[in-house]
């Protein structure tokens, strides 16, 4: 995947492949079927040391930038991931110190250049351009956008209308992704589709600041393991491309039998011509486990390519047949916040609150709406979080 190709009529078919939306994509294409070298940008904030394979769908749209001549151009958000991203879940990312950001950057980037050709990246920190900001460049910076327009944003009018508190620090936050590309002139800049917010402002900073606005493409967001929410660690419900090739190989075969071709399509090397076939496969009454598996070989060999298939084959199937831990509990009445956090699938009882804000925590497969509400486990419960973590109450 790394053997960087020949500019061609043909490519604009492999760059945009899988984009939900394009933004000047007449523009974008014939600035690309003419041959012109784009610096396509991508912002990623560490916020978490770990990729998972919700993560790769982006990474892998800027590595086909790559392998066709572009420049990839990786900003580590050392300043927003400090900010806190009011991404749209029901409370609001906390703020990380510089140290924690640090830390969680480099183990990103080590595992981003299993996608990426490092060599090839040109990789930029915020703190380059932002530590040098005085008050009145940052002043400047807010005088070209108006509050009207950031209160537009989906989550912030939500939480306005709902009389949940939005911070000033945050009105920031799409401001300072904005004005990444001006710093490094981007040309285009890839994201999730919970981004294109983001993405327009980045359009409009540019102009503001007398540059082209760039074009945009945003890529879907993938499901995680239950199906339903996008992929995230905090519900337990990802794929990490770091895990061994056993667990990776034990998840994958996990993924729902309706997102097996949406896996294979936006986490694997598998050509349409493969796709195609697998899909027909299915339509002709094929096992969804045969086609399941491949997929869970296809991922194992991206990230692990020295792995032995009979071991983590091996390895898979017995943690997968494991079955739910028992957790021996004392008997009574607790709130089911305490009881998440008591089974060790929650770290608090806020997370616990969050979780089920997400549909992430379920008691007998029923999903948890209330964590405030007082319950009695009786013995055999099933606990679950996400779609691995799960825990059978035995009454002391």
């Known amino acids: 995947m790394k053997k960087r190709q020949n500019l061609d009529h043909g490519t604009w078919d492999a760059v945009s492949a899988g984009a939900v939306e394009i933004v000047n994509r007449e523009r974008l294409k014939s600035r690309i079927e003419r041959g012109d070298r784009l610096r396509v940008k991508l912002g990623l904030d560490p916020t978490r040391p770990d990729i998972h394979l919700g993560h790769t769908v982006v990474l892998r749209a800027l590595r086909r930038y790559q392998a066709h001549g572009h420049t990839a151009v990786l900003i580590i958000g050392d300043w927003t991931a400090r900010i806190g991203d009011p991404s749209g879940q029901n409370v609001t990312r906390p703020q990380l110190t510089k140290d924690e950001v640090t830390a969680a950057a480099k183990t990103y980037l080590d595992q981003a250049w299993k996608i990426l ?108 393991l239950d199906g ?36 294979l399509q936006l986490t694997t090397d598998a050509t349409p011509a493969e796709i195609a076939e697998d899909a027909r496969a299915l339509r002709d009454g094929t096992n969804p486990r045969e086609i399941k598996q491949r997929l869970a070989e296809r991922l194992v060999n991206q990230f692990h390519p020295g792995a032995a298939p009979d071991d983590y084959r091996h390895e898979g199937g017995a943690f997968r047949n494991a079955g ?56 055999g419960w099933i606990l679950r979080r996400g779609s691995h973590r799960v825990v059978r109450v035995k009454l002391r």
């Open 324 to 379: 739910p831990q028992e957790l021996s509990m004392a008997p009574g009445e607790r709130t089911i916040a305490q009881l998440f956090v008591e089974a060790g699938l929650a770290s608090s009882k806020s997370e616990a609150r969050r979780l089920a804000g997400q549909r992430g925590i379920s008691i007998n497969e029923q999903p948890v709406s209330s964590t405030e509400e007082k319950v009695t486990p009786q013995d």
């Open 117 to 224: 050709d490092q060599a090839e990246t040109e990789v930029r920190y915020q703190s380059e351009w932002f530590d040098r900001m005085r008050l009145e460049d940052v002043v400047q910076l807010m005088s070209r956008y108006t509050v009207a327009r950031m209160l537009a944003r989906d989550d912030f009018a939500k939480r306005t209308k709902d009389g949940r508190p939005v911070g000033m620090h945050e009105l920031l936050y799409p401001l300072l992704q904005a004005y990444d590309s001006v710093a490094v002139r981007s040309d285009l800049e890839l994201g999730g589709t919970d981004q294109t917010f983001n993405l327009l402002v980045g359009r409009d900073i540019q102009e503001a600041y007398g540059q082209q606005p760039q074009d945009i493409q945003t890529m879907p967001l993938l499901e995680g």
């Open 228 to 263: 339903v929410q996008k992929m995230s660690k905090s519900l337990d419900n990802y794929i990490g491309i770091d895990e061994p090739p056993e667990v990776m190989y034990r998840k994958a075969m996990a993924v729902p039998d309706d997102l097996i071709l949406r896996y």
